[in-house]
């Protein structure tokens, strides 16, 4: 077992993980993830985006490979090790808005610091100010059936940054929302990230997404892949247009 690059804030080697029904979910993914950096993990629906963020994260154990935090291993950590991490270093947004019926929006928002032993007034605090950020902040005291999905996606994502992560997951975080709306979350959200140091690990298969990322590592099968496109031959018709290959690395 060798420890990652110390500028790396999330490494993985080798991962491979297969589906309950036997169908491959990655297939010796290896990446690094700097300190600060935006990554986006691009790929078309079923290429193993989702399934390496949860291994990245924690959630989901590799069948085989490793993953370090900081360098710590992850993937020989305990169950209750692993929660842990996830509670206190990690933000998660899925594509669904999943909140909580019973609490509000702010309180839903500050969850994860109540969590962690943060005391209400300043979970508050923190959980307003995202809000603000998001644009929903007049939406404090409303239940999550009070609110569009939208809103409701929008109350996730602050709810993943109030906490200050050190990485955030993000998998198809914007998917729910209209264009517009779409682009100024992501604005707010990469924003909010590049000031406050935090790392993105986003799952994405829009390339305009993608674009505001510091980098991209694209997924086909389960496997990283380098799209090439090919210019056409002179002088030959049947060569007109683009060639694209896709290349294992």
Do not use: Y
């Amino acid at each position: 077992m060798v420890a990652p690059p110390d500028n790396d804030v999330l490494w993985a080697r080798a991962l491979h993980f297969r589906h309950d029904d036997g169908s491959p979910g990655l297939s010796g993914v290896s990446l690094g993830v700097r300190e600060g950096e935006i990554l986006a993990v691009g790929g078309p629906r079923g290429s193993g985006k989702t399934t390496l963020l949860r291994c990245l994260s924690g959630l989901l154990p590799a069948k085989s490979g490793e993953v370090w935090f900081n360098s710590v291993p992850v993937h020989t950590m305990t169950p209750v090790a692993r929660e842990r991490l996830r509670r206190d270093r990690f933000g998660w947004i899925d594509p669904a808005p999943l909140l909580v019926a019973e609490l509000n929006v702010w309180e839903n928002a500050a969850l994860p610091l109540m969590l962690r032993g943060t005391g209400r007034r300043r979970a508050k605090t923190a959980a307003l100010e995202w809000l603000e950020r998001l644009d929903i902040g007049d939406t404090a005291r409303r239940h999550p059936e009070e609110l569009t999905h939208a809103e409701r996606q929008r109350v996730c994502i602050a709810r993943a940054l109030a906490p200050a992560p050190s990485v955030l997951f993000a998998d198809e975080p914007t998917a729910p929302l209209h264009r517009i709306d779409r682009a100024h979350v992501l604005r707010t959200l990469t924003t909010a990230a590049r000031s406050h140091g935090i790392t993105v690990v986003l799952a994405t298969h829009d390339a305009q997404t993608a674009a505001l990322a510091d980098r991209t590592v694209s997924l086909l099968d389960g496997r990283r892949v380098h799209t090439l496109h090919l210019p056409p031959l002179p002088g030959t018709a049947e060569t007109e247009g683009l060639a694209a290959c896709s290349l294992s690395v």
